[in-house]
């Protein structure tokens, strides 16, 4: 990192109001970014905890020493997981270089979490369908979506009305993990009961334009481009929220998708009701897809795709759950 008096502007950046509390910079640079206010939030949390750490000193007062400290620092002292490290390195690297505009050097030898491989837990297909079978209205559907697109939760409530494309079968996520797009498969089996949730969703969107409501939370740009976009039907939530709630970006009432934790407790709760003994997070339902399409011959290249995942070593995870019974091992206990 370069002194206080040296900035670096990289191409496309925004020089933050130099008048503004160092949080409110952070907000405006985040908001021409478009980043989503999740983000924006957890990086926040990192640099106050950084700020914390060194005991309340300005960054621009501190340097690669100090960032390689607090790094540390979280890997021995507070055994942070891998990931958890990585995304207070990227707030950092989003702090210096996208809000002050200096230069963020190369870290030297910091210490790194201790990564231990981990299987990820996956249900058998009797146990997704004894999931399901406990599971009814829109988490249901939710649900059953998951499983059956390979989608993380946070992209399947996300999607937007434009997104489902029932001719093409199909269906795309936008930003997703990495900032990334791609398509999945839409389930055969899911047209109809997911057709007939956006006509109940078009008569509630109906319903508030009618009551002066019917805006969603679209990003800066296309807000500014097309002011009247947010009410459309087309950039609506698939899984609007049933409550209705002031958007803390522009003030505007309108409707959120569904609450994150809300499908959370409900796939965790229909696990216990079917008797499934293992930790059920919607997650899981990504990893069931994943080793169910392996199991069922389909080529790991294609399922990395599905998933989004940037190499196919992390593809390859799945494969150590995967049921092989042509391997022919037999226990010694059975003789």
């Known amino acids: ?57 300005h960054p621009r007062e501190m340097g690669k020493a100090e960032v390689e400290a607090f790094l540390t620092h979280l890997a021995k002292t507070r055994n942070v997981a891998v990931s958890s490290q990585n ?13 002050l505009h200096q230069p ?7 210490e790194r979490p201790h990564r231990l491989p981990r299987i990820p837990v996956v249900l058998s297909r ?37 997104d489902v494309d029932f001719e093409r079968g199909q269906i795309l996520i936008q930003d997703g993990k990495g900032f990334k797009d791609r398509v999945t498969v839409l ?25 002066g409501l ?17 009410q459309e039907w087309i950039w609506q939530w698939v899984f609007p929220s ?24 409900a796939v965790k709760a229909a696990a216990r009701v079917a008797g499934v003994c293992k930790a059920v997070t919607p997650h899981v339902l990504r990893h069931s897809f994943a080793t169910h399409l392996l199991e069922g011959g389909t080529d790991i290249r294609t399922v990395q795709d599905l998933l989004g995942h940037k190499d196919v070593s992390t593809t390859q995870i799945y494969t150590h759950v995967m049921a092989k019974p042509g391997l022919g091992v037999r226990s010694p206990l059975d003789g």
């Open 104 to 110: 963020f050097d190369p870290l030297g030898n910091i």
């Open 214 to 230: 019917g805006r969603v939370w679209l990003p800066g740009a296309l807000r500014v481009k097309f002011p009247k976009a947010n």
């Open 187 to 211: 389930p055969e089996s899911l047209r109809v009961p997911l057709t007939a949730h956006l006509k109940r969703v078009e008569g509630l969107h109906q319903r508030d334009l009618k009551a």
């Open 126 to 162: 009797a146990e997704v369908t004894r999931l399901f079978e406990t599971m009814d209205g829109t988490f249901g559907l939710i649900a059953r979506l998951l499983y059956g697109t390979g989608m993380r939760l946070m992209e399947g409530l996300r999607l937007r009305i434009k």
């Open 87 to 99: 995304q207070a390195l990227n707030a950092l690297v989003f702090l210096y270089r996208e809000v």
């Open 242 to 265: 049933k409550m209705i709630s002031v958007d803390p970006e522009s003030g505007q009432r309108g409707r959120h998708h569904v609450n994150a934790m809300s499908v959370q407790r």
């Open 1 to 57: 990192m370069a002194s206080a008096n040296t900035t670096f502007q990289p191409l496309g950046s925004l020089i933050p109001n130099p008048k503004l509390r160092l949080r409110e910079q952070v907000h405006e640079v985040m908001r021409f970014k478009q980043f989503s206010l999740r983000t924006e939030s957890a990086y926040w949390n990192w640099m106050r905890q950084f700020i914390f750490f060194h005991h309340k000193r």
